[in-house]
């Protein structure tokens, strides 16, 4: 299976989004207190950095 750099950044995006929203999901749902907050702000950055790698793709 050939991993070309747009491959490896479609498959980072992937996996960020999938952590990004389980942490949303997570600060939402489980955490009641201001851990929650934290929860959802850091779900917030890893949506934010998986737009920076699906906007690289096709770049690099």
Known sequence: MGMNKNTILGWATFI???M???LIG???FRYDDVAGWGFAA???GFLAISWVFNS???RL
Do not use: N, Y
């Open 16 to 18: 960020m989004l999938l």
């Open 20 to 22: 990004g929203f389980l």
């Open 26 to 28: 997570l600060g939402a």
């Open 42 to 44: 850091v779900g917030v």
């Open 56 to 58: 690289l793709k096709g």
